[in-house]
């Protein structure tokens, strides 16, 4: 994991989504918290990654 600050356009391209998705997500409560800059969002790397191992599915 790194530092590194992600646009909404990274976000979705690393999680294979449209960037409407993510706003979607974001919008419901449901996605990584982000970090305003000015008008821009912006998402911590490790903070996705942590989001997105939370997603993964428990075997039944």
């Known amino acids: 994991m790194s530092d590194e600050l ?3 356009e ?3 391209g690393r999680l294979r989504v449209s960037v409407l998705t993510v706003r979607w997500l974001r919008q419901q ?3 990584a918290p982000a970090i ?3 008008r821009r969002l912006l998402w911590a ?3 996705v ?3 997105l191992l939370a ?3 428990r075997a039944a």
């Open 29 to 31: 409560g449901r996605f």
């Open 45 to 47: 790397e490790a903070d």
């Open 55 to 57: 997603q993964k599915e």
């Open 6 to 8: 992600l646009t909404i």
């Open 36 to 38: 305003k800059v000015g």
């Open 49 to 51: 990654e942590m989001w």
């Open 10 to 12: 990274e976000v979705a």
